[in-house]
């Protein structure tokens, strides 16, 4: 599995410990974050994960900023995108079993590195169930606005 990961200044150290938090548990990580702790706008960082993923739909994505409210807004302009904010194991779980979210958003300012573990723990470990939610999935995909 393949993650592209992306993050705004907001979110860089946070970032760091994800990278290899997600390289130790065997998977690729491309990293699409700024270079430096210079301030950036998120939507711009959001998009170069969301038309990554697009490019390469069965990867998966993590955006980070100080909340991960304006990752996910953004990442969900993309179409085929379901970005998922999370706070917490739970969360994180849902968000693949019933919303099969291709993008993992937390933020820095909310979240710290013990919370981080439990939530990618979570989330590797869940897959999307299908049933009565590819329904509801389906019917997201087709929103047009
Ligand atoms: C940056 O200060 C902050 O607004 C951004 O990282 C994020 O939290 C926005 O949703």
């Known amino acids: 599995m393949r993650y592209y990961i992306g993050t705004d200044h907001a979110g860089l150290e946070l970032k760091n410990y994800t990278k290899s938090a997600l390289e130790v548990r065997g998977f690729e990580v491309i990293d699409l974050s700024p270079a430096t702790t210079e301030r950036v706008d998120y939507p711009d960082f959001a998009g170069r994960v969301a038309q990554a993923l697009q490019k390469d739909p069965t990867a998966l994505g993590v955006l980070i900023c100080g909340t991960g409210i304006g990752m996910s807004i953004a990442a969900n302009k ?68």
């Open 78 to 145: 993309y179409n085929g995108i379901r970005a998922a904010l999370t706070h917490d194991a739970y969360t994180a779980k849902m968000a693949r079993e019933h919303n099969d979210a291709n993008i993992l958003c937390f933020g820095e300012r909310v979240v710290g590195k013990g919370v981080v573990d439990t939530i990618l723990d979570a989330w590797c470990a869940s897959d999307f169930e299908g049933g009565r939610h590819t329904t509801r999935v389906d019917k997201i995909n087709a929103i047009k606005g």
